[in-house]
């Protein structure tokens, strides 16, 4: 879910990506020059809510209508810092539709951290599944020693309130869970975030609450990867140990560290299509939504290509679904904000060509 803020794109960039015209991301930045102060962006999409900030929409069809579990951003006047601290999320509300382009309705508060017993702060990106006649809602929180771990609540509504059990789920760790149930019944979670995410500081197996905050490995060696593991039936559980996420380019070799316009940084989802598993996934620092195919859950997956230009602001982060035999994605920006931190989720269609890949989408109209 976090994204580190201080762009080192030099001022005319940042302008470039205000206006919706840069090939690569940088913060929402108030800088311009005369000649392109009078220029606006023009969105593709518009923000689904607006009464409050929302962003990493992870949508799900429960009984023919949509559900959203967004994050819930809020201003806590904290400056902005490699730790994420100004992303001060303390609830998540779930959002509804019938239809795409039809009321959004906000059905608050579904989880606050205050009801949560070894959590502190920060609730991150969640995701929600259904299953066994009970609603699962996953998300990551810093526990009381500082350290983001995935907890799981229940209810039986898709709308909340959820319950949060006592305890984070054993083995879990960093932020960014996406959980994906398969044609078989079997239930798997994707995980992991660099940077804020903390996913360096697990590279030993154990927390490091000294590591680096923002270290991602030596250039030349494969990168931190996403993890992956498979939900116990009842869905509270890992059933085995978090394996890596095998990204590797055509030629089969792994992803490397350096390789910032490809490799994983956070933000995984993944979705079914024609009998092929399609591991999507932000690449952070460079802001942009990649796939990956692969014949199995657990891959490994083989890069394709970019399928989301960088949005306005710096994160991206999404969901794909297909509702009334059409796929659509969703994914946020800072149109209502400009403001890093406050979000708003939008939806746009998703198209897969004949060949199997994913239609390149640009969230500005030019």
């Given amino acids: 879910m976090y994204r580190q803020l201080k762009s080192k794109l030099p001022a005319v960039i940042a302008v470039a990506t205000l206006i919706g015209l840069a090939g690569c991301g940088g913060t929402a930045t108030k800088t311009t020059t005369t000649a392109d102060s009078a220029k606006k962006p023009k969105f593709l999409s518009e923000p689904l809510i607006k009464s409050i900030y929302t962003a990493d929409p992870s949508a799900h069809v429960f009984n023919g209508k949509i559900y959203i579990y967004p994050s819930h951003d809020i201003d806590a006047g904290i400056a902005d810092n490699d730790n994420g601290d100004e992303y001060a999320m303390r609830d998540y509300h779930v959002l509804s539709m019938d239809s795409i382009g039809g009321k959004v309705t906000d059905n608050g508060v579904a989880l606050d951290v205050k009801d949560v017993p070894w959590a502190s702060k920060q609730m991150w990106a969640p995701d929600a599944d259904f299953k066994n006649g009970t609603y699962y809602l996953y998300f990551p929180v810093r526990n009381k020693e500082g350290a983001f771990q995935i907890g799981v609540a229940t209810g039986t509504s ?139 859950p657990t891959g490994k997956f083989v890069y394709q290509g970019v399928f989301l230009k960088p949005v306005q602001g710096w994160t991206t982060h999404h969901s794909i679904i297909e509702f009334k035999n059409k796929w659509y994605l969703f994914y946020h920006d800072t ?9 708003n989720v939008k939806v746009t269609e998703l198209t897969h060509n004949a060949d199997g890949s994913i239609g390149l989408i640009d969230p500005f109209v030019h």
């Avoid at 498979?230 to 394996?243: A, Y």
């Avoid at 079914?272 to 939504?289: A, E, P, Q, R, V």
């Avoid at 149109?335 to 979000?343: Q, T």
């Fill in 335 to 343: 149109e209502l904000s400009n403001r890093n931190h406050l979000r």
């Fill in 158 to 296: 898709p709308v909340g309130p959820f319950k949060a059990q006592p305890e984070p789920i054993k083995g879990s760790f960093s932020i960014d869970p996406a959980v994906f149930t398969d044609t078989d019944g079997s239930t798997y979670m994707y995980f992991g975030g660099i940077w804020g995410g903390q996913l360096q500081k697990w590279t030993t197996g154990k927390y490091d609450a000294n590591g680096s905050k923002t270290d991602m490995g030596k250039p030349d060696e494969p990168a931190l990867s996403c993890k992956v593991v498979k939900l116990s039936k009842d869905m509270m559980h890992f059933d085995g140990k978090p394996q890596d996420v095998q990204l590797v380019d055509s030629a089969g070799k792994p992803l490397l560290t350096k390789d910032h316009d490809r490799r994983f940084f956070e933000g995984s989802f993944m979705h079914k299509f024609n009998n092929k598993y399609y591991f999507t996934y932000s690449t952070g620092d460079t802001h942009l939504l990649c796939y990956a195919i692969g014949d199995k």
